[in-house]
């Protein structure tokens, strides 16, 4: 049974999350404050975090970054605020995907379900051969270690970051539109917002290229999507 935090000052709306996901077979504990959530979250054995964005004392963007410091299990931010800058910023912090309230319970546990799904299927028992490599122009993608060198030097991805990557290198010429990622590498379809793919390609040309504005690796095909070059 997959174990579920939830980091949510509202009681009411975690007692409510914590219902829905318990009728659907998960284990969930709740934490109403940031500093109780991550300390948790790092000494507990989750397997996806429901973090809310807007908390006092230590918010959800801070209780993000320490967690993903120590863990890679999938981070989904929730919040009441609509801005795109607070989107981004969760995901470049390495939020797996972001939610914006008001949301129904139905939709949530769609997203925790495909996110559980995907991260299994990546880093569960069925990893392949320890020399699982895909290297491509000074860039050198261990799959079974999950480590990413540029150059010879070891650049930090998150999750999601590395599984794009990889992706998009084991096929390389191919131009997927972001649709297309999105249900790839998130596993979702209408459930989910495809603009986090553009936030995630930003932040993987800021560690594999040399000018990010000026990319070599990933480009963008205007009114269609994305293919990696080599």
Known sequence: MSKILIIEDEETIADLEKDYLELSEFQVD????????????????????ILDLMMPGMDGFEVCKNIRK???????????????????????LGADDY???????????ARVKAHLARYERLVG?????????????????DKTARRVYVDGEEKVFTTKEFDLLTFLAENPNHVFTKE????EIWGMGPVGDIATVTVHIKKIREKIEKDS??????????????????
């Open 30 to 49: 709740i934490c109403n404050t940031g500093d109780k959530g991550l300390k948790a979250a790092l000494e507990g054995d989750y397997n996806l975090v």
């Open 213 to 230: 504005a000026k990319p070599q690796y990933i480009e963008t095909i205007w009114g269609v999507g994305y293919r990696f070059k080599i």
């Open 99 to 109: 939610m914006t309230k008001p949301f129904s319970p139905s939709e949530l546990v």
């Open 180 to 183: 297309e990622l999105f249900e």
């Open 70 to 92: 120590e863990k890679d299990i999938p981070i989904l931010m929730v919040s009441a605020r609509k801005d795109d800058i607070d989107k981004i910023r969760g995901l470049g």
């Open 125 to 141: 028992t069925n990893q392949k051969p320890q020399n699982d490599i895909v290297e491509i122009r000074g860039i050198r993608i």
